[in-house]
């Protein structure tokens, strides 16, 4: 079955960058949509950015429209989140999620275990 590990999370400064990653350390996810989700307490899991399967086409969330870049290295079964311009609305568990549907944003059936973001004023 697919395992994804997410890395890359960690405390920044509001404006600052983030990279996020996705690795699939059990099977293969190079056939699978990818996506991005991110929760914080007291909120509904919210999605973020999705890429299809093949990397041919992205999909973002209002919020982050324009400041963030979702990416994948199909040969190494890794996707990216690059953060930029980052701010205190985006401190969240980010969340890599595979089968996602683009289109419809609908999530898919494989998770990561997460990774905090935390963007300070």
């Known amino acids: 079955q697919v395992q994804l590990v997410e890395s890359g999370g960690g405390l920044v400064q509001a404006g600052g960058s983030l990279r996020l990653s996705c690795a699939d350390s059990g099977r293969t996810f190079s056939s699978y949509a990818m996506g991005w989700f991110r929760q914080v307490p007291g909120k509904e899991r919210e999605f973020v950015a999705a890429?299809?399967?093949?990397?041919?086409?992205?999909v973002y969330a209002d919020s982050v429209k324009g400041r963030f870049t979702i990416s994948r290295d199909i040969d190494h079964d890794t996707v990216y989140l690059q953060m930029n311009t980052l701010k205190p609305e985006d401190t969240a568990v980010y969340y890599c999620?595979?089968?996602?549907?683009?289109?419809?944003?609908?999530?898919?059936?494989?998770w990561g275990q997460g990774t905090q973001v935390t963007v300070s004023s």
């Open positions: 890429i299809t399967w093949d990397g041919g086409s992205t």
């Open positions: 999620n595979a089968g996602i549907r683009p289109r419809t944003r609908e999530e898919g059936g494989s």
